[in-house]
């Protein structure tokens, strides 16, 4: 003991004091410094000398400014996006975002890939307690009552106005604009949406002895159809109807054909406990239970396109963003149709828009537009529709070469945008995150067993009321 | 303390001396204060307030947000299932770990090949374990179901699916991590074991079960209450497993307290309620710990 403090006391003599204050001021300094630069990182160092208004038209300038390598500052974005669907989209939308980059000198987007929709929000408001948001991020078309109430972000009228014919709203699907529409104005653009649909193996319903081409129409024809399918051995399973990740929405789809949606009247109510929840949650459990087209217990979202391609399961619902994951993996003809109907057809949209936020400053505002701008252009909607299966978010897309020549030879591609037709806004309102998840809760309880389909609703309409009281 | 040669005002030495101490503790304590004092401060301080989506600004609620939890069916059973988490799984890894420390030590021709076989999970991250978990398990076609099926078991296991199962299943893919974690640890101590008590014993007549009894494991005695203390917070805060595999689910079953927490603050933005539960958690984690530390005390008793 004694012997190390003297070591102890030798070693400091050895150093003078004067350099040993020096070190530790500048340790400590570098330290404070080094957090100060970390906590301010976001603040735009650079001087206001950019102008993007040009907005996508805006290459001359920047050929004209490439020979000077002085002068014009790059706006930084940081761009938050989610994958929910099968496939390799991050791929997709870094190639996009350099794109982007290439034919836009002034503004610079980074691409953060940032898990899937639930993933994504977190981070989001995570970020938002920081006072840190992305500039620009797409989360789901439902977040929008949550991101008022946290008032995290701006409406895009002004720059509607400002692109003016150049950009216009209308082009857009009603079905998925409605999402994107609150208080008055307009908050986000619709970017990667999507509906569920039904995915048929054609092989296995040939197999079973009817026109791989007609679909089962009512839940009834399903599962006489799965059944057979089932009988001659060509599939494990008849249908699987995922109840996880985004139980809650294909869960919404079955209520609304039994006859009523979940969403209540405003975002501060909800309809969970209602006689269509029930039938529809009934149908679910009985479709494993008592006609056993279906596996037990609570299905893997992300593992039902594999399950499917890999041929095990003759119908599936899921995503038609996951369309060109299935096409690709599935080695025998694939057929797509509407959600089988019970009192009528019906389907909630789905999938993300692209929002900015308000904590930002004006210059990177605008910079995020033109790349809104940009990313959902006509051309470029259709191409990324024909890349992932998502629905083309407007009109003028669907007038393109490239959709037109794709609809003609991968007709599978037509289904969910003929289903707009009957569809609803996906489950929202205040703390939408939670309410999807009381749902999703409700359907595992009655899938596992836990509790009866009754009971699971009456829960969940319970606790719903309970957080939704908060907003009343 | 050494009196330095030139003495001109002994105190001033001194007092510069201390100086020179408080300076070289002040990073250090520096660092403490702001990333652990701090943040423990502003959580009782936050636990205290109600700061949820409907009310971004805080506001004093008193005890409110505990009364919450009290009366919430859903923390309840997520302490359920993370003491039951610690129950499936602590006891299995302190014992599994000293079988596993046991076979490394004495497997002479393969020792290698026995010691990377238990060591390897522990250096793999957490996440691609229970990715390449999660693939195995998967029902119908998985390497684990299709094994069962080969020795005759149901045609369709989905243990992850099943609000029965999935817990256990879970548990099974943290134990085989912590197992081997521990035998690291239970090795040291075989290793630290005095050849000489081991020798006197034996020239007393000892048997392998009076040795085992009476001069091994009191010797052990003090590795293994570190090992089971760092088999339970491990546990207690298991995370990845239930982030990747489940998500908490099938309807909560695997919802555990860590990851609850994480979904009370960042999904559903609900501060308050989290710094509860991170309270509650804290208070958990803190007599987890008193009771191994009188566990350490014993060890006196036992010799």
Redesign the interface.
Known sequence: MTDMANQGMRWGAALRPLTRRQMLVGLAAGGIAGLLAACRSSAPATPATSSTGAGSNATPQGASAAPATVGRATVELTFFYPVGVAGPLSKLIQQLVDQFNQSHPQVHVTASFTGDYTSTTTKVLTALNAHQPPDVAILLSTDLQTLLDLNAIVPIDAFLTQAGPDFALDDFQPAFLKNSQAQGKTWSVPFQRSTPVLYANQAALQAAGRDPNALPQTWDELVEVAQRAMQTGKVSWGVEIPATGSAYWLFQALCIEAGHDLNGDGPASVAFDTAASRTALHWMVDLSRTMRVMPTGAIDWSATPTDFAAGHVAFVYHSTGSLRAILNQASFPVGVGFLPKREQYGTPTGGGNLYIFREIPAERQQAAWTFIQWMTAPERAAQWAIDTGYVPTRRSALETAIWRDYVAKTPQARVALDQLAYSYPELNGHQSGQLQKLVSDAVQAAVTGQKSPEQALADAQRQADQILAAYR | M?QPATSRAPWRSQL?QSL?GV??V??GF?AIALFTLYPLVSLLWLSLHRQ?????QPRWAGLANFAALAHDPLFWQVLRNSLCFVALTTPAAVALGLVFAWWMEHARPVQALVRFCFLHPIVLPPVSVASVWLFLL????GLVSRVVQWLGGPA?L?L?????TALLATALVHLWRQAGFAAIFWLAGLHALDPALTEAARLDGAGRWALLRHVWLPQLWPIGVFVSAQATLSALQAFDMVYVM??G?????TNLFLFHIYETQ????D?GQAAALSVVFLLLVLAVTLVHVVGLDRRGAMT
């Open positions: 050494s510069r020179v300076a070289l002040l990073p520096a949820n989506l409907a009310h971004p998967t029902p119908d076609y369709s989905a992850l699916r099943d609000a029965r489940t998500q689910g099938p309807n909560n079953a960042f999904t559903f933005g501060v």
